[in-house]
């Protein structure tokens, strides 16, 4: 798919990965949506991307709630008049393990409050976004590609049952999708990334960063910018399909 011109959506898009994907499309000259959950949080990030003279519009909206992201995507596709990519970034970290043991006493548990609030926002948030933003692309006759940010803890990383729960659902979403939607022109991908630089990760211990860093073959965090480097990968290639893509320096969890 040709970038230029294309419309982009990107859920989360007002900071972090979900800024650098959006910043890289507005590069190469794609029209912008932003979908994030903070008016305020939007308009400044579509205030930096409007300075590369692309068009950018901004959707609060909670990806949680089913009216309102059917609003949101629909709006995107009157407002712009196409539906081209969506970038199903939006996610929380809220990790915590399964039990808490000490001296063989039990002494708490990972919460159904904490394993629901991940589950909504980083597999439920994923699903109607990915099924509206498709219904839009199918509605406008639109060929499309839609990729769904997982993360190297798909495999399963202690302390993540809840995270790693929804990231492998969303690769797996991908891959059946990309069966489901093929004969519209719409392909599905997803990316799986490492750990990446930021604000989260910047702000901890230089020791606990240390201890993140110790097992990664590169030797260093990811950047945001090779996150969007591998969103535009996908897109531009048109035979890529049904497959995730890990950006992860090495690591095997």
């Not at 990334?193 to 097992?215: C, Q, V």
Request: glycine letters at 10%; aromatic letters at 6%; one cysteine or more.
């Amino acid at each position: 798919m040709k970038i230029k011109n294309a419309t982009a959506v990107v859920t989360g898009g007002a900071r972090g990965i979900g800024y650098a994907i959006a910043e890289s499309f507005a590069h190469e000259g794609a029209k912008v949506a932003l979908i994030d959950l903070r008016a305020v949080d939007l308009e400044r990030a579509a205030a930096k991307l409007r300075e590369t003279g692309v068009e950018v519009r901004c959707y609060a909206a909670d990806v949680t709630a089913e009216l309102q992201v059917e609003k949101a995507m629909r709006d995107i596709a009157d407002d712009f008049g196409s539906l081209d990519v969506l970038i199903n970034n939006a996610g929380i970290v809220q990790d915590g393990l399964l039990l808490k043991v000490k001296d063989g006493e039990l002494q708490g548990k990972l919460s159904l409050e904490r394993w629901q609030s991940v589950i909504n926002v980083n597999l439920t948030g994923v699903f109607l976004c990915g099924r509206e933003a498709a219904a839009n692309m199918v509605r406008l006759n639109n060929r499309g590609v839609i990729i769904n940010i997982s993360s190297v803890s798909r495999h399963g990383n202690a302390g993540q049952t809840n995270y790693s729960a929804a990231k492998a659902g969303v690769q797996s979403m991908a891959v059946v999708w990309a069966k489901e939607l093929a004969r519209f022109g719409i392909r599905a991908a997803a990316i799986a990334p490492g750990f990446t630089r930021t604000d989260i990760l910047t702000s901890m211990k230089p020791e606990t960063l240390e201890r993140m860093i110790a097992p990664v073959p590169v030797g260093r965090l990811g950047e945001a910018s090779e996150i969007a480097s591998a969103a535009m990968f996908i897109v531009a290639n048109d035979f890529f399909n049904g497959r995730c893509l890990d950006v992860d320096g090495g690591l095997r969890l």
